[in-house]
């Protein structure tokens, strides 16, 4: 009843950037929801990047991202966004975005009800 979709990964060299574009749909779907990014890098757990609230006001990301990326979201096109700058080699995983009607803890994969199949990211060195 949602659907997430991601798009955007590919291959880049460090520095270089990438924008991932999730787009949610669905009969139940509600662009009011916070939203976030995750990713999996290979080997390791599925880790917190960066969430963002309804109307993009309120905004969070794990330390080793900041000032590099940024998320954002464009409700008339039920669509969020990642922008990603200055990209590392340490960037490289399987990029996710996830939402839920309602969370408690938006740092936390499992508050998330909704997950996109998932777009690869590969810095390369």
């Known amino acids: 009843q949602v659907q997430l979709v991601e798009s955007g990964g590919g291959l880049v060299q460090t520095g270089g950037s990438l924008r991932l574009s999730c787009a949610g749909s669905?009969?139940?779907?509600?662009?009011?929801?916070?939203m976030a990014w995750f990713r999996q890098p290979p080997g390791k757990e599925r880790e917190f990047v960066a969430a963002?609230?309804?109307?993009?006001?309120?905004?969070v990301y794990v330390d080793s991202v900041k000032g590099r990326f940024t998320i954002s979201r464009d409700n008339a096109k039920n669509t969020v966004y990642l922008q990603m700058n200055s990209l590392k080699p340490e960037d490289t995983a399987v990029y996710y975005c996830?939402?839920?009607?309602?969370?408690?803890?938006?740092?936390?994969?499992?508050?998330?009800?909704?997950w996109g199949q998932g777009t690869q990211v590969t810095v390369s060195s």
């Open positions: 963002i609230n309804w109307n993009g006001g309120n905004t």
């Open positions: 996830a939402c839920a009607e309602w969370n408690s803890n938006w740092y936390l994969k499992n508050e998330y009800t909704y």
């Open positions: 669905g009969r139940t779907f509600s662009s009011t929801w916070p």
